[in-house]
């Protein structure tokens, strides 16, 4: 059976979020309502930087670029990362754009079946996003 993981939003996390699932198996798909990614990052006052120095922000297996200097980044150099890091890692065609979450419904297990679960991810851990 596909194991599917919704994902809201594709801001920085949602992006982060995507990637992460894939690597472990799982078949994401991340619900964006606006027609871009970048979260916050799209609507912020352009004068905006990150509030933390930016190898705290970044991302392990994907570096800033070079061209990004300073040590607290713009509004358009964050989505320019975010963006970068999404298209770098083929993660746009997991992501359903313009697509506004109005509610979520479990369908699935019952509370009496999955706590008789004696593992959880083949692994017995539970993985929570």
Known sequence: ????????????????????????????????????????WIKTVETTKIQRPKPKISVLDFPWPSSVTEDFPSQHQVLDYIQSYAHHFDLLKHIKFNTKDVGIEYEGASDEEIGSWSSWNGGGTLLIL
Do not use: N, T
């Open 1 to 40: 059976m596909e194991k599917k993981i919704a994902i809201i939003g594709a801001s920085i996390s949602g992006v982060l979020a995507c990637k992460y699932v894939l690597s472990k198996g799982f078949h994401p798909i991340v619900f964006e309502a606006r027609s871009s990614i970048g979260g916050v």
